[in-house]
């Protein structure tokens, strides 16, 4: 396994973490945040709405089933979530060196050199974690051989700006036209939306789709802080005085909130795993799903026309919402998954049928 | 629920055996306790009386009677539930469910059957039904022809192409089941599967794919989840309960691990399953392609691990949906505040052990593959695979320290060792890996991900380093912390550094300075099923060097007391040890101290956290227990309670300073050491049998010279006799001399003047300061040769002498008060005409402890817990010892599975199980629980085949009441001749070497007798030899066979003398 360098990790508070290193060796600062999903390293990694962020994974053993090639798929990357490594640093508890899956081209350690973000191991995540989920939010640092530099706190960018695309790009070929707002949008919410008869035209965070022609509108996941987003929930806005569907996830459902008039809040303890229970309003029915936020849409400030559509069974807090007449809905957890559990794809079959019914009409 | 449930009757899975151990005395205790949280009165079918659910306050009534469809049908007609629970008993439970369900016992009752519905269940156990099921949603499942003779098996086979797999529906943990590559192998195997099966399976060969579980479950609201998934070391093959396993799985990408479990829940919610199920992939490790191998609608042993694995208590919730709960409305008990719908996250890693005992049997085949041999599991946790892997490796307790630093395999062929695996299989890999095999060579021959492969190297990697290091001052702190990182003990340390084989206890204490002082410590942590996203209170702890901050102060210096368990069940040690941590955990807590386990069996209720203040699921090792102590400072450590694992340590923690409670550890040596208690006998002038202690071979044939045979040789410290056999002559006693030294260098081997035609009495007993406080004489039914483990054991004693009786009592007392006992101890006497001789002392609770307490209505653990806590404990009331009951013991063996295992009783503890029965009399109590271990009251034939004159003419009578009953009686020449001059007429049988068809082993085929009494004359190998194929072939087809002459005409006259409808259904709060 050749020589393996030290490094360490530093916060905000002053707590230190020594470890080594199997990424790229160069020191990086960010917003420390932690998932405890056991599977999907590959996802999280490429997933946009990590952006800035150094992420911990409270599950120990990483690296095993190694990095699967690049390839596209309907201009899409096939394996990962977007078609960059979003997140500013990776600290771990026990590094595979070795890897071995028939799909894997390369290890992980390989694949954070090649994108410039450093990994760190023999951490222990656990005590970790448990000061963050504490803290809600810390800055932290990677340091190579005190090589120090500044803490950053990646929130007081516009990380939706550094991720969405910049220009128009159309998927599929189908008969419904569906106006995706990417905010840091997950492919495998592109790929969901194509299986149906769909054609997915993707436009940037603060592209002004009032003027164009669709019959559904998706509004993405993505980082930071909604309020960031002022020009898409204006864009929004005019969007919700007509009639036509829409769809949002994570970031998407917290600028519908905020469109629609309700608050968001910063939760006491973040959802940050795959193994979150929401129950549908109303119904004895519950999902097991992939969330990853530590804001949520505050229930009591939801407007008239609105109601809660998903609550969180741990916490009671709102997990998404809907409007009581018009075929719009959104949910705060990620019903595309990838990583985690699949329970509430069907709110995809769900949108394209409001959007089939509306186009009928 | 449209019906209110007020009474719920819960089947057990009786006696432990292979493929149905503990893991559901967990799973039924826990259902009892959801139950009774909801106020609902609980009635349970369970004759296994060392069980925790057979205990007080957590059923309302218990039946000790079998859990057949007959017994079962009188319960419900006299206590009349409502509902009814079949999941929690294992296949024993739900097959009888089934039966009952077929004979419209259910309807007639009107019995609810609670949870998932009976035609689900038999969607799962009918294979052509369940793949059926499987294509109605699109799911693959393995090629399969469903088979109900040889003629059509062929063809299957033919149409598949070999190699195929062969499964008998509705059978225990694989009974029936293995791989066939050619015809010759299908004729063989598929005959043999028939033999438990009306249908067998000729399936596809998946060998080589990674086999991965889920554990899956729904409520009646639709709403499903995965609690655990988990992916065997072993590749498709090996059966599940023969891997090694580890949770979560490891190798599986998201997308694979996602798409099987959408399969899970695609599954559960198609067959309709309300609770709990398991289903067991076969995963392409190529490909994302796959096949469902199997579905058990029921809790499992699987389950058992996934609740251990993540904290998640399936088994509890499982009951509660079967009342009628949704997920969503329950609360996760580790957390109070979260919902019981979720998944939990882990973070670490869970490796499951299997523990095999092949070395107590007789000629049985050490290969591992696709049905079940093992017979108890460990569970170990760690940060790295490495070190749950290593630790795991320890608690197997079979003299292993880990992967490496184990004394030297001696392997002639690693290619064959390699691809056909033997309970051996991961000491020959690490083996392997030391003659230089490659990771893809080895996985090339086991078919192990080359994953878990790469790991094990790294372990082997580790141990090079270290060997490059002569003494501890130059060992690198940084290569210190990497090896207890990846799980090697100190003593793996001392052993690679100072390069001994010897015991090294004062070189791994020496280890544990340098460390200590270094600061490399053991952090503490916790199991929180939500990996520290919320915070958690859970007393839920296991110990591991991948981290620094502990989770947990400690619990409440010098508050609290410390139990150690009894670990992996094996032979010799299960459920019974079980109940007495339960016990004794209790009754700390009852006195207002902190109860604080430790133990690392997923089967039993001693790993559940809510039976303790504390649980730390570790390792019973010195080092480790050293660990916990350390952090902890308890008040004191009790080892009396989990059998021989903690005795064992006793001595070893007193000399660093740890305060044993209860008996003394010097008081314990001289119990275990033959020599100072045989001098001790001696000085009290109590008899004993003839023994010598040598290590020179020349020194045993004199004394054989001079006390003569049979002669019983065993090492010193024993554990149901590892090493011990009974020799016949000269040329046997050379060989076992060899065997055992073998087994342990530390101390020398005991040869003692073996008795037959003797009693064995057993007396149990509680003391507090040297005086008895109460005690409970018992008597076997077999004659002394058999293993007290193996034998029936009757309390009240109905056959001796009071004279005998006052004897034992006596000198018992004196043993007491010689060895200053505190606490539970046991003592084995032999007694011939008013004779006693001290066989064994164990100072330590028995595996009768639970038997006789429940028969007399005392708790002895209870008693035993409080004397060792220095509690006043009152002397019970004399008038209590005169019970108008009496209880039997009944052994429960597991020969079908253990192919080619000569079924015969010795001095070897060979069954992996036991029932206790209650009765009015003799008859009913050995009827019931003769019963209640499979056996069944022949229909019409006999055979009996006996070897000595005495087991002929102890037969005698039972052959004629045989005879007057209409019973057909086969023998084979000897005993037919002798029963001819006695004027009993029977029908002889040849044997099959005696050229005349057909001949007894042809009729046993065909099962024309219904019981199979074959006595052998010794247990010398040449007279075993002689019928080792008539028991062989008994126990393959199914037949019930006895090979004990006592127990055969106890059983015969039971059965001639009353009918099983005589047997009262009374249940136990009723004796």
Redesign the interface.
């Known amino acids: 396994m050749g020589t393996v360098n030290k490094c360490k990790l530093l916060l905000e508070d002053g707590s230190v973490?020594e470890g080594q290193s199997f990424g790229y060796e160069g020191s990086s600062a960010g917003e420390v945040v932690?998932n405890?999903?056991?599977?999907?390293y590959?996802?999280s990694l490429t997933d946009p709405s990590y952006k800035g962020q150094l992420l911990v994974l409270?599950?120990?053993?990483i690296g095993?089933?190694g990095v699967?090639a690049q390839s596209a798929e309907n201009g899409l990357e096939k394996f990962f979530e977007s078609n960059s490594v979003h997140i500013s640093g990776l600290i771990i508890?026990?590094y595979?060196f070795?890897?071995?899956?028939?799909?894997a081209t390369k290890s992980l350690g390989d694949w954070l050199k090649e994108n410039k973000v450093p990994g760190i191991f023999g951490i222990?995540?656990?005590?970790l974690?448990?000061r963050l989920?504490e803290k809600g939010v810390a800055l932290g640092k990677i340091i190579f051989n005190d090589n120090d530099i500044d803490f950053y706190d990646p929130n007081i960018d516009n990380l939706v700006a550094k991720v969405s695309c910049s220009e128009k790009t159309i998927y599929g070929n189908g008969k419904y036209k569906i106006i995706l707002v990417d905010c840091g949008v997950k492919n495998n919410i592109i790929r969901y939306l194509l299986t149906f008869d769909t054609t997915v035209i993707r436009v940037p965070w603060d592209y002004d789709f009032t003027k164009d022609e669709y019959d559904g509108l998706f509004l993405s996941n993505g980082p930071g802080d909604p309020q960031m987003c002022s020009v898409t929930i204006k864009n929004l806005r005019k969007a919700l005085e007509i009639d036509k569907p829409i769809f949002g996830i994570c970031l998407g459902n917290q600028l519908l909130g905020i469109a629609s008039g309700a608050n968001t809040y910063k939760l006491k303890?973040g959802?940050?795993?795959?193994?979150?229970?929401v129950?549908m309003s109303g119904t004895?029915?519950?999902?097991?799903t992939s969330q990853n936020h530590g804001y949520a849409i505050q229930d009591g400030t939801l407007t008239d026309g609105w109601e809660p559509y998903f609550i969180n069974?741990?916490?009671g807090s709102n997990e998404g919402i809907r409007h009581k007449s018009k075929p719009i809905f959104s949910a705060q957890f990620h019903p595309e998954?990838?990583?985690?559990?699949?329970?509430t794809e069907f709110l995809f079959e769900q949108f394209i049928d409001l959007v089939k019914k509306w186009k009928e009409k | 629920m449209e019906r209110k449930i007020n009474k719920v009757l819960l089947l057990g899975s009786g006696a432990l055996k292979i493929g149905e151990a503990g893991e559901f005395d967990y799973s039924g205790s826990q259902a009892l306790k959801a139950l009774k949280e909801e106020g609902i009165t609980t009635v349970l079918v369970n004759p296994n009386i060392a069980t925790v659910q057979t205990s007080e306050h957590i059923a309302d009534s218990i039946y000790f009677l079998p859990v057949t469809p007959y017994f079962v049908e009188q319960v419900i007609k006299k206590e009349k539930p409502e509902g009814i629970l079949l999941s929690f008993g294992g296949q024993t439970a739900l097959n009888c469910g089934i039966a009952l369900f077929e004979q419209g016992v259910f309807e007639k009752y009107n019995v609810e059957v609670l949870g998932t519905p009976i035609r689900a269940i038999m969607d799962t156990e009918d294979r052509e039904l369940f793949v059926k099921k499987l294509a109605e949603i699109g799911v693959l499942a393995p090629r399969s022809i469903a088979c109900t003779n040889m003629e059509e098996a062929i063809k299957a086979a033919e149409k598949l192409g070999f190699p195929i797999i062969i499964r008998a529906a509705y059978a225990l943990g694989g009974l029936g089941s293995g791989f066939c590559t050619d015809a010759d192998e299908l004729d063989k195997l598929a005959n043999k599967a028939f033999a438990y099966s009306k249908q067998i399976l000729i399936e596809e060969s998946l060998k080589g794919w990674k086999e991965i579980e889920y554990e899956v479950v729904r409520d009646r609201?639709?709403?499903?989840?995965t609690v655990c998934n988990m992916e065997n070391f072993d590749p498709l093959g090996i059966h599940t309960g023969e891997s090694i396993v580890v949770a979560?799985?490891?190798?599986?990408?998201?997308q694979e691990?996602?798409k099987l479990?959408?399969i899970s829940?695609g599954i559960i919610k198609h067959i309709g399953i309300v609770g709990e199920c398991n289903v067991q992939f076969a995963l392409d490790?190529?490909?994302e392609d796959y096949r469902v191998i199997e579905v058990n609608a029921r809790l499992s042993r699987s389950s058992a691990l996934a609740s251990k694995a993540t904290g998640y208590p399936l088994a509890f919730v499982a009951a509660k949906l079967g009342l009628g709960y949704?997920?969503?409305q329950l609360k996760n008990s580790m957390t109070k505040?979260?919902?019981t719908?979720?998944?939990?996250?882990?973070?670490?890693?869970v490796c499951k052990i299997p523990r095999w005992d092949l070395n107590k049997f007789k000629g049985v085949s050490k290969q591992i593959g696709s049905s079940m041999k093992s017979v108890g599991e460990v569970m170990a946790i760690g940060?790295?695979?490495e070190e749950a892997l290593q630790k795991g490796l320890r608690m197997i307790g079979q003299g292993m320290h880990g992967l490496v630093g184990n004394k030297d395999l001696i392997i002639e062929n690693f290619e064959r060792e390699l691809s056909e695996p033997t309970d051996m299989r991961i000491f020959v890999i690490a083996e392997a890996m030391n003659h230089n095999y490659n990771a893809e060579k080895i996985h090339e021959l086991t078919g192990i991900?080359?994953?878990f492969i790469?790991?094990l190297e790294n372990i082997f990697e580790t141990r090079r380093e270290l060997l490059k290091f002569q003494n501890l001052e130059i060992l690198p702190d940084e290569l210190l912390l990497k090896a207890k990182?990846q799980g090697f003990s100190d003593f793996q340390i001392a052993r690679f550094i100072y390069n001994e084989t010897k015991d090294l206890t004062e070189s791994l204490l020496k280890v544990r300075k340098f460390r200590e002082a270094k600061g490399i410590k053991p952090?503490v942590?916790q199991i929180d099923t939500?990996?520290?996203?919320?915070?958690a209170q859970t007393n839920y702890l296991y110990l591991t060097y991948?981290?620094?901050?502990n989770?947990v102060e400690p619990a409440g210096k010098d508050d609290s007391i410390v139990v150690l368990g009894s670990g992996a069940y094996r032979i010799g040690s299960s459920v019974e040890f079980d109940w007495c941590s339960v016990n004794a955990l209790n009754t700390i807590s009852k006195s207002g101290l902190k109860s604080i386990m430790i133990n690392y069996n997923p089967e039993t209720v001693s790993t559940d956290y809510d039976i303790c203040d504390r649980l730390y699921f570790d390792e019973l090792t010195l080092e480790r227990v050293l660990d916990i102590i350390e952090f902890e400072q308890p008040r004191g450590v009790i080892v009396s309670v989990g059998g021989q694992i903690p005795n064992n340590l006793a001595m070893r923690l007193m000399k660093v300073g740890v305060n044993i409670l209860g008996t003394s550890p010097e008081s314990i040596d001289r119990a275990e050491d033959r020599h100072k208690f045989s001098n001790m006998l001696d000085k009290m002038k109590v008899d004993q049998p003839e023994w010598i202690e040598s290590t020179s071979v020349a020194e045993v044939l004199d004394f054989a010279n001079k006390v003569g045979f049979p002669l019983l040789v065993r090492p010193s410290y024993v554990l149901s006799g590892s090493a011990m056999n009974v020799v016949s002559n000269e040329s046997e006693l050379e060989k076992f001399l060899t065997l055992a030294a073998n087994v342990s260098k530390q101390y020398p081997v005991v040869v003692t003047k073996f008795f037959e035609d003797t009693k064995e009495i057993e007396i149990d007993a509680v003391s507090k300061n040297g005086e008895i406080i109460a005690y409970a004489i018992s008597e076997h039914v077999e004659f002394a040769g058999v293993h007290s483990g193996d034998a029936t054991i009757l309390f009240p004693p109905q056959k001796i002498y009071v004279e005998t009786a006052r004897k034992i009592k006596k000198t018992t007392s004196q043993i007491a008060k010689e060895l200053n006992i505190t606490g539970p101890f046991n003592i084995q006497y032999l007694a011939k005409n008013n004779d006693i001789k001290v066989i064994e002392c164990n100072l330590r609770a028995s595996r009768s402890f639970p038997f006789v307490s429940k028969v007399l209505k005392i708790n002895l653990i209870e008693m035993a817990t409080k004397a060792m806590l220095g509690f006043d404990v009152k002397k019970p009331d004399k008038s209590i010892f005169d019970l108008d009951y009496i209880g039997v013991k009944a052994p429960q063996f597991s020969f079908s599975r253990l192919h080619k295992a000569d079924p015969v009783l010795g001095v070897e503890m060979a069954s992996t199980g036991e029932v206790g029965c209650l009765g009015r009399n003799y008859n009913e109590v050995i009827l019931t629980a003769m019963l209640s271990v499979g056996y069944k009251i022949p229909k019409k034939s006999i055979l009996l085949s006996s070897g000595t004159i005495r087991s002929k003419v102890e037969l005698v009578n039972s052959a004629r009441m045989l005879t007057q009953n209409g019973f057909e009686i086969y023998s084979t020449l000897g005993t037919y001749e002798f029963l001819n001059n006695e004027g009993i007429k029977t029908r002889l049988v040849p044997r099959p070497d005696e050229n005349y068809r057909p001949h007894v082993i042809d009729l046993i085929k065909e099962k024309k007798f219904d019981l199979i009494v074959n006595i052998s004359k010794d247990l010398s190998e040449e007279e075993l030899n002689k019928d080792y194929l008539i028991r062989r072939t008994a126990v393959d087809f199914n037949v019930p066979l006895i090979t004990n002459s006592r127990l055969a005409s106890a059983f015969i006259h039971a059965f001639c003398e009353m009918k099983i409808e005589d047997i009262a259904i009374k249940s136990w709060n009723e004796m």
Request: one cysteine or more.
């Open positions: 973490f932690f405890t999903a056991m599977t999907g590959p996802e409270t599950y120990p053993l095993n089933y699967p508890s026990d595979s070795k890897y071995n899956h028939w799909n222990d995540t656990r005590e974690t448990k989920r303890y959802h940050r795993s795959h193994n979150q229970p129950l004895e029915r519950a999902f097991i069974l741990n916490d998954a990838s990583g985690g559990p699949t329970d | 609201f639709d709403n499903c989840i979560p799985s490891q190798t599986l990408t998201n691990y996602h479990r959408k829940i490790p190529d490909s949704g997920l969503h505040t979260t919902s719908f979720f998944e939990p996250a882990l973070d670490y890693i940060r790295t695979f991900d080359l994953w790469q790991k990182k952090v942590k939500l990996a520290a996203e919320y915070p991948g981290g620094l901050e989770d």
